[in-house]
């Protein structure tokens, strides 16, 4: 755990736009066969998060295993990530942070998304999709 916990300091205090290389420079591996499958394996890893979303569960941490070993093994993803996260600062920098009512925004799209969820729940249940007695007492 304290190798862990150096490295992710490490990734922190990093200079923005530069992070991510610096991880691909200090965990880049020469062979060729544990490369391929430290990818397959971080691919793996951000596809089953994806597939599995909608389940209860630590699923960002698995899309950040899986980036993170990615980027330590390709340089090309890991430079498309350093410019990923200059682009999101300074969007966030310009648009998002001078935004007066971000808080009502994210108040808004979280009701939204909440009646978006009831519904097509509702109608699942009516077309059948969903059992009439699954649930106790709600017959």
């Given at each position: 755990?304290g ?7 490490q990734?922190?205090?990093a ?7 610096e ?12 490369r ?10 951000i596809?089953?998060s ?7 569960g ?9 980036l993170?070993i ?6 090309w993803?890991?430079?498309?990530l ?16 001078p ?7 994210l ?6 998304a909440?009646?978006?969820a ?9 077309r ?12």
């Amino acid at each position: 755990m304290g190798r862990i916990r150096r490295q992710l300091e490490q990734i922190r205090d990093a200079e923005p736009g530069t992070r991510f290389n610096e991880v691909y420079e200090r965990s880049h591996v020469r062979s060729f066969a544990v490369r391929v499958t430290l990818l397959a394996v971080g691919s793996l890893l951000i596809l089953a998060s994806a597939v599995t979303f909608w389940l209860p569960g630590p699923n960002w941490v698995l899309v950040f295993f899986g980036l993170a070993i990615v980027c330590g093994q390709s340089q090309w993803v890991a430079r498309k990530l350093d410019a990923g996260e200059l682009a999101l600062k300074r969007w966030h920098d310009e648009r998002w942070a001078p935004y007066r009512h971000k808080r009502a925004l994210l108040a808004v799209g979280a009701l939204v998304a909440i009646a978006l969820a009831a519904l097509l729940g509702w109608y699942a249940w009516r077309r059948g999709w969903i059992p009439h007695g699954w649930i106790p007492g709600l017959d």
